[in-house]
């Protein structure tokens, strides 16, 4: 068995992904969002949290998957990217899961339409289903950085 490797779920268009508990910092509800002008159309705005500015992207609008209204399950998960915080909308957040990180293989090409270089592989889970787990550091590219640590300052 490989190492275990703690990861929150949470669904997105009927399907369950998974980010590293690592680098979640928090996960919050839906909340007002003020928009910023000449970002792309997935960067929904910023939020105050507790005193910092943080840049909000809704996850399927990255995705290019199709847009749906925000429900009492909707969430906002607060990661860390390369030292700074940025809140990813969620469909909900349902769960923190242990996987083995030996039934974690590459991604395929496309997973529920999203590219593979979005995402760090896919877990197989003993319940037989799978979990689609998101490599971060290109969800969020470093153009994209950049203007969103503009946002912060």
Do not use: C, W
């Amino acid at each position: 068995m490989g190492e275990e490797l703690k990861v929150i779920v949470f669904t997105l268009a009927h399907e369950q992904y998974g980010v590293e508990v690592d680098s979640v910092r928090t996960i919050e509800r839906m909340q007002p969002l003020t928009r910023v002008p000449k970002t792309p159309a997935f960067v929904k705005g910023v939020i105050n949290l507790r005193g910092v500015v943080v840049p909000v992207i809704d996850l399927r609008g990255r995705f290019q998957l199709a847009e749906s209204d925000y429900t009492d399950n909707s969430r906002i998960i607060i990661v860390a990217v390369k030292d700074m915080e940025v809140g990813l909308i969620v469909d909900s957040a349902n769960d923190v899961l242990d996987v083995d990180s030996d039934s974690i293989e590459a991604p395929p090409e496309i997973v529920g339409g999203i590219r593979a270089k979005y995402l760090r592989g896919v877990a197989k889970l003993p319940s037989g289903s799978l979990l689609v787990l998101l490599n971060l550091e290109e969800v969020l590219n470093k153009s994209e950085i950049v203007q969103l640590e503009q946002l912060e300052a």
